[in-house]
C-alpha cells in the first residue's frame, strides 16, 4: 500500500530529539504502533537515549521481540541505570517466555522474573517489582510473589492510571479480586487512561488468566479493560434520503458504542461506507480508509453513481482520516475481484491492527435483509468464515444508483497470486570460475527447496541469479519463501568468494495479474503492475530475509491458525521512484519452531 494521499495531520517532523519523543509517546499512547515506530526511525542517528528506548519499546509492543533484544545490547541501554530502560530488557525476556502461547516456557519464565526482582531491589521501583509478583506467581514461587506485592499495594498509593492499575494487578497476586475490581474500576476512569496503557493490562491480566489458579476470576476482570475493538466496515451502495439515513446512523451508533468500537477500517463508497465512516469520525474513533484500486476510479465507479452530495462527504471523510491507503494503486479494470481483494485486504489490515493492540476485530456492516446476495453479504460471508464477529445493521430495501458501465476489457485472463522474487547479492561481481559452483551450491538447492510446491506454483523462471514465481496462494508463497532461506542458509560463501552470512534476499506481495501466453518462452506468463511492484521490493530486502508488502502481511493474517510471523518494518522508498511503501518481515512462528 502507498502512503498516504494527504499529509497526516502528524506527519511534521519534530523540531527537537524531545518533541520527537513526545510525538512517539503520543502515538503509542492512542495505539499507532506503526505510526511510533516510523516516527522514532526517522530520528537519524542513535545519540538519544530516550528515543533508543522507545524504539525498542515499540518494537516489544509489535511483538518483534528478537529484533528488539539485539537492539537492546547494540545501544548498550542498560547502560541507563533507570528502571524503565533496565525492565524493558526483562519484559523482552518474558515476552519470549510467552512466544509461543499463553503457556510461557518455564526456564525463561524463571530468567524475567529473576530480572525483574533484581531491578527491583536496585531501583525500589513499582513496575519491576509487579512484574516480578506476577510471573513468580506463575512460576510458583508463592512466596515471593505475595512479599512483592504486598510492597507494590501498600505503596502504589496514586491516582493515576499507572498506579491504580499496578495496585489491581498487585491485589490479584494476593487474590483479592473484589479489591482489584475497584481499583481497576478507578484506573479506567483516570485522566490518564489511554489505549496503549489498556492494552498492555489487557495482555498482562490475559496471560495471568490463562496460567494462573484462579484464571476464572481473572477472566471477569478483563471485561472491565478490553482495548476499543477494531471493526472493519463495509455495506451495501445506495442514493439515500434524510430519514433513511437518520435511523441508519442511529442504530450505527447504538453498535459503535455497544462495541466500544475505537478505531475503522474501510473503503468510502456511497450508501453504507460513507455513513459509518462518519458515526465513526463522530464518535472519536480513528478512521483508516483503504480503496481497492485508484481514487478517481473509485469516485467514478463507487460514488458518484448516488449523486455529487456522497462525493462531498467522500472527501469530507478524506480529510479527517487518520490514514488513506490502497490495497492496489491500479486502475478499475471492470472486475469485482477487485473489490473483493480489497475487501480481503481490509479485513487483514482491521486483525493486524487488532493483533497490535491485543484487542478484538469485529466486522460493522449495514445490509438489506436480503443483503447475502451482495458484495457486503459476500464480505460477511468471508470474514465469518475465518472466525470473524460481525454486527449488522439490517436496512429496509435500498434504493441503489444506476451504475456507470465497467470499462471495456482486454479478455487477456487475470487472476490473484503470490508473487515471488528472489536474487543473490553479489552475484554480478562472481569470479568466472565459481560460477558452476554457485549453480549447483545454489541454484540446485533453490530448486529442491521449491520442488515440493510444484502442484500451488503457476509459473518458476529464472534468469543469472534471480527467480520468479507464482504462487496459488499466500500462505504456499510463505511456506516456499521461508523453506528457501532456509536451504540456502549454510553456502559455503567462501568458495563462492562473498562476504560471510551471503544469502538469498526475497520479496513477497500478493496481488491481481495478467496470465498470458509468452510467444518467446510459448509457456504462460504473468504480468502487471503488481508483479512491478514485487520485483521492486526484493532489491530493498536485507540478505537472508524475506520483505512482504502489507497487502499480503494482511492476506495471511486472514489465514486461520497460520505458522507465520509478520514483524513491521516501516515505510521504505523503493527503487527507481516506485514510492514509498510499508514492508513488513516474514519469519516462522514460535509455535511453528517448537518453541
Known amino acids: 500500500m502507498s502512503e498516504p494521499l494527504i499529509p497526516s495531520r502528524r506527519d511534521a517532523s519534530p523540531a527537537t530529539p524531545e518533541d520527537r519523543a513526545r510525538s512517539v509517546r503520543a502515538a503509542i499512547a492512542r495505539g499507532d504502533l506503526l505510526g511510533a515506530y516510523d516516527e522514532v526511525v526517522r530520528r537519524g542517528d542513535t545519540e538519544h537515549a530516550d528515543l533508543n528506548y522507545l524504539e525498542i519499546l515499540t518494537l516489544a509492543r509489535l511483538g518483534d521481540t528478537a529484533r528488539a533484544l539485539k ?40 530468567e524475567a522474573c529473576t530480572l525483574y526482582a533484581e531491578i527491583y531491589r536496585r531501583t525500589k521501583s513499582n513496575y519491576p517489582a509487579i512484574n516480578a509478583a506476577s510471573l513468580a506467581l506463575l512460576a510458583g514461587k508463592d512466596h515471593l510473589a505475595r512479599q512483592l506485592a504486598e510492597v507494590v499495594a501498600k505503596s502504589s ?6 498506579s491504580l492499575a499496578t495496585r489491581a494487578e498487585a491485589l490479584v497476586v494476593l487474590g483479592d479480586f473484589e479489591a482489584a475490581r475497584d481499583a481497576l474500576e478507578q484506573a479506567i476512569a483516570a485522566p490518564d487512561a489511554d489505549v496503549g496503557a489498556i492494552s498492555t493490562t489487557t495482555l498482562q491480566l490475559d496471560r495471568l488468566a490463562h496460567a494462573a489458579v484462579d484464571g476464572a476470576q481473572i477472566e471477569k476482570l478483563l471485561e472491565l479493560v478490553q482495548p476499543p475493538r ?24 447504538a453498535r459503535i458504542t455497544a462495541e466500544h468500537i475505537g478505531f475503522g477500517y474501510g473503503a468510502l463508497a456511497a450508501g453504507s461506507d460513507i455513513l459509518i465512516a ?29 449523486g455529487e452530495h456522497w462525493v462531498e462527504r467522500f472527501h469530507a ?31 487483514g489490515m482491521t486483525r493486524l491492527k487488532a493483533r497490535h493492540l491485543h484487542a478484538e476485530a469485529i466486522q460493522l456492516v449495514i445490509v438489506e435483509e436480503r443483503g447475502d446476495r451482495t458484495l457486503s453479504g459476500s464480505d460477511i460471508t468471508s470474514w465469518r468464515a475465518t472466525g470473524g464477529r460481525s454486527v449488522v445493521v439490517t436496512a429496509p430495501p435500498l434504493t441503489r444508483p444506476v451504475m456507470p458501465p465497467p470499462p471495456p476489457t482486454s479478455g487477456v485472463p487475470r487472476g490473484t497470486y503470490g508473487l515471488m522474487f528472489t536474487d543473490y547479492p553479489g552475484f554480478s561481481k562472481l569470479d568466472e570460475r565459481v560460477l558452476p559452483l554457485f549453480w549447483e551450491d545454489v541454484m540446485v538447492r533453490a530448486a529442491r527447496a521449491l520442488e515440493k510446491y510444484g502442484d500451488v506454483i503457476r509459473q518458476g523462471n529464472t534468469w543469472g541469479d534471480a527467480i520468479f514465481a507464482v504462487f496459488r496462494d499466500a500462505p504456499k508463497a510463505a511456506a516456499a519463501a521461508l523453506d528457501l532461506c532456509e536451504q540456502l542458509a549454510d553456502v559455503d560463501c567462501k568458495a563462492l568468494g562473498v562476504r560471510e552470512g551471503t ?58 491458525d497460520h505458522p507465520f510471523v509478520c514483524n513491521y518494518v516501516g515505510k521504505v522508498a523503493l527503487p527507481k521512484n516506485y514510492g514509498i511503501y510499508p514492508l513488513y518481515r ?7 519452531l517448537g518453541f
Open 230 to 253: 477494531v471493526a472493519m466496515f463495509c455495506g451495501n451502495i445506495f442514493i439515500g434520503d434524510p430519514a433513511l439515513e437518520s435511523s441508519l446512523a442511529a442504530q450505527v451508533d
Open 278 to 306: 462518519e458515526r465513526l469520525l463522530a464518535a472519536g474513533a480513528e478512521l483508516h480508509v483503504l480503496l481497492p484500486f485508484a481514487e478517481a476510479d473509485f469516485l467514478e465507479y463507487s460514488v458518484a453513481p448516488a
Open 157 to 162: 498509593t496514586g491516582q493515576d492510571y499507572f
Open 317 to 347: 471523510c478524506i480529510a479527517q482520516a487518520s490514514s488513506i491507503s490502497y490495497a492496489s494503486n491500479m486502475s478499475y479494470m471492470g472486475e469485482m475481484e477487485q473489490f473483493a481483494y480489497g475487501s480481503k485486504v481490509t479485513m
Open 586 to 592: 516474514l519469519s516462522r512462528a514460535p509455535t511453528a
Open 503 to 560: 544469502a538469498m534476499r526475497i520479496a513477497l506481495h500478493y496481488g491481481p495479474t495478467y496470465s498470458g501466453y509468452d510467444p518467446v518462452t510459448k509457456r504462460t506468463t504473468y504480468y502487471g503492475s503488481e508483479v512491478s511492484r514485487a520485483a521492486r521490493i526484493e532489491p530493498v530486502t536485507p540478505s537472508g530475509s524475506v520483505y512482504v508488502t502489507e497487502p499480503f502481511a494482511a492476506v495471511l493474517e486472514m489465514e486461520a
Open 71 to 110: 537492539l537492546y545490547e547494540e545501544y548498550r541501554l542498560a547502560d541507563n541505570e533507570d528502571a524503565d530502560s533496565l525492565s524493558l530488557r526483562a519484559r523482552l525476556l518474558k515476552d519470549l517466555a510467552f512466544a509461543a502461547g499463553p503457556r510461557p516456557n518455564p526456564e525463561r519464565l524463571v
